[in-house]
């Protein structure tokens, strides 16, 4: 006979940590499927119709119907955003001002999530409460104080006016400060121990660790400021600093309403983005799951 002392007990506690399924039958796998094949198939019809319409003429383009290829295939719209402005320079430029922001945001960022993880100075919490409040301040209230500083410091229509508002991302310092929080402060002793010095034990103890975080921060740092249309349209007037999107945005204008070209320029935007992903896919991915990105 069994009895209350001997029968086992259900661990709550476990199952709370077990992974949520809909079980290992056939059915369910189908369902699953299925379910992901449709999010899937909705997520890129936008992307395949921008497509489909960038390689129609005009006339095809602007034509009614469901059907977005309604006539013949044409690079015709492509040719004419590359022939009415500079888009190799406007690419580059995208390329040098994106790759400036990511790597000082995630050099930034790093830093003071170390300082306001580890740190011990006076006005840390109060330095933290205004770092989260700042994540509630919607950007577009920035941009009058951001552009007089430009002015003051005559940086208008310079590189830097564009790169330097972008670094600052209490977000990324919050997400990674919370990353930081969960490693063991014994591994840092033991380097201290060993005479290493403060930076030495965020470098070599601290950064390792974090590859998965900071992959991720990245990447999400180099899609906004490739992204980014308002900031770099208000502070730059000189065509050649202009970045892809507002450049692309430029020629579309000279145009008036035209939909193929408005689908090219799309398109064209959104290429290099598309490799980037391609080849850090599965780090992302990975890095969001592992690092809990996705609820920060």
Same mark, same amino acid.
């Given at each position: 006979m069994v009895t209350t002392a001997t029968r086992p007990r259900r661990r709550h506690h476990e199952d709370r940590g077990a992974p949520l399924t809909l079980g290992a039958g056939r059915l369910p796998r189908a369902l699953a499927g299925g379910a992901l094949t449709l999010f899937a198939a909705l997520w890129l019809l936008p992307f395949v119709w921008a497509v489909c319409t960038s390689l129609q003429s005009e006339q095809d383009a602007a034509a009614p119907g469901l059907n977005p290829l309604k006539g013949a295939l044409t690079l015709e719209a492509y040719r004419r955003i590359f022939e009415g402005g500079n888009v190799p320079l406007w690419a580059l430029n995208s390329v040098l001002i994106t790759g400036a922001v990511t790597v000082i945001t995630v050099v930034v960022s790093t830093l003071a999530a170390y300082g306001l993880s580890r740190g011990t100075f006076r006005g840390r919490r109060a330095l933290l409460a205004v770092t989260v409040a700042a994540i509630l301040v919607p950007p577009q209230l920035l941009i009058v104080p951001l552009f007089q500083q430009m002015l003051a410091f005559d940086l208008v229509d310079t590189y830097w006016a564009v790169i330097l508002p972008q670094t600052v991302a209490p977000m990324m310092v919050f997400v990674l400060k919370r990353f930081f929080d969960a490693i063991p402060r014994e591994l840092e002793e033991a380097a201290r121990l060993d005479g290493a010095s403060e930076l030495q034990v965020f470098r070599s103890v601290v950064l390792p660790l974090s590859r998965p975080i900071? &992959? &991720? %921060?990245? %990447? #999400? %740092? $180099?899609?906004? &400021?490739? @992204? @980014? #249309? $308002?900031?770099?349209?208000i502070v730059t007037n000189d065509p050649d600093l202009m970045t892809l999107p507002v450049g692309l945005a430029t020629v579309k204008d000279t145009f008036g309403l035209v939909y193929a070209q408005s689908m090219a320029s799309a398109v064209v935007a959104a290429a290099p983005l598309i490799v980037v992903f391609l080849f850090f896919q599965r780090r992302v991915v990975r890095s969001v799951a592992t690092t809990g990105l996705g609820g920060a």
């Open positions: 900071v &992959a &991720a %921060v990245s %990447v #999400f %740092v $180099l899609i906004g &400021a490739w @992204n @980014n #249309f $308002l900031w770099p349209y």
